[in-house]
């Protein structure tokens, strides 16, 4: 039953980043999907930690992340352990760039702890889900800060916090 539920966390996580890593099809004039998937892409080559809050079927479940020397660790029960592969992250969102719908369009700049971000809606209509998210992208870093995501008429919602100071493999 452990084993289970470890495996539905990382399909969860995996399934939470995947609506992140999204990707415009090869239209030259979605530059603003362009920025949101650079940002999103570069998460896996920066040592990232990730607060999500997933409400995916009725009820809440918080999750840890962190993307480090090239592996995502998920916080299970407590514990620390391995996952996907940011490689594999990579392939995933180039299959979605592939296949999924996405517009994306600026909305403006606020400030997230502090720090200014420019603010991105995201429409994404995919084989298997549609969703809408709003992501904040550091000015300063190029990187997410925050994204919420409504999945299927808001029917599942995610929310990530992304911090990047001081991020080691916790293993």
Sequence with gaps: MKTTRKRL?????????GHLLIGAGPLAAQDDC?????????VLDTPTHAYVTMEITGK?????????GGLI????DGKWSAGSTTEEMKQIAEKNRQTNKTTCR????????????????VHEVSP???SDS??????AKGLPLRSDIDMNGG?????????????KPPM
Excluded: H
């Design 9 to 17: 966390l990382y399909i969860m996580v995996g399934c939470a980043f």
């Design 34 to 42: 362009k920025l949101v998937l650079d940002a999103m892409t570069k």
């Design 60 to 68: 809440p479940q918080t999750v840890e992340s962190i993307y480090a």
């Design 73 to 76: 660790y998920a916080k299970y």
């Design 106 to 121: 600026y909305l403006n700049d606020e400030p997230v702890n502090g720090e200014m971000t420019a603010v991105y809606s």
């Design 128 to 130: 298997r889900a549609t």
């Design 134 to 139: 709003k992501t904040w992208i550091s000015k």
């Design 155 to 167: 029917k599942s919602r995610i929310s990530t916090r992304y911090e990047y100071g001081n991020v």
